[in-house]
């Protein structure tokens, strides 16, 4: 006679649990926490992109998430299932945004194009030129005293030092406006960094 299977661990884990588990490595729990999870991020990522192809691929970027922050997560804020809902919402209007660059940049290209076909590199260099759009048009909304930081180092290669040396600025204040004015241009430009990466 063999001996009882030992039970899953992770099947009767909690949540929570779960998460910390794939924060240390294990991938039996995100094979758990998939069970669990994947229908429910799968309806909710097929109502968004409207694609169940697509669905599927935003539910395996928000396991991908999952894997790389799970040592992030705060269960005093969120639940895991909001948690998961809410990357897999973003992810897919991540997805919805970039379909419309690109659909932007295809009808650009085709508009630049003498009514031949257009080149891989024309459509890239016409994506480049929109991106180098954004980015001018973002920084040109800064406040002047966070875009003169920005233009400084990016432009002038000047470290915060010299930067707060060469303005007389205290170099905390320097460090405070370079951190604000990044983290508006991260948000405003999140899509075309993420295009980047």
């Known amino acids: 006679m063999e001996p009882p299977a030992s039970p899953d661990p992770y099947r009767s884990a909690g949540d929570a649990a779960l998460v910390r588990a794939v924060g240390e490595g294990s991938r039996e729990a995100v094979a758990e926490l998939y069970d669990r999870f994947a229908p429910m991020l799968l309806g909710l990522a097929r109502r968004v992109v409207q694609d169940p192809a697509e669905a599927e691929e935003v539910v395996q970027e928000a396991f991908v998430h999952l894997w790389s922050r799970a040592r992030g997560y705060d269960s005093a804020r969120s639940s895991v299932a909001t ?66 930081v920005l233009d400084l180092a990016f432009y002038g290669g000047l470290t915060q030092r010299e930067i707060a040396e060469r303005t007389g600025v205290p170099l905390g204040t320097v460090k405070t406006r370079t951190l604000l004015a990044m983290k508006k241009l991260r948000a405003a430009l999140r899509d075309e960094i993420r295009e980047l990466l």
């Open 83 to 148: 948690w998961l809902a809410l990357v897999t919402r973003s992810r897919a209007i991540d997805r919805i945004r970039n379909r419309t660059v690109v659909e932007r940049t295809h009808a650009a290209a085709g508009r630049e194009s003498d009514g031949g076909h257009a080149s891989a590199e024309g459509a890239a260099r016409v994506l480049d030129g929109e991106r180098r759009r954004r980015v001018r048009a973002e920084l040109a909304g800064l406040p002047d005293e966070q875009r003169q």
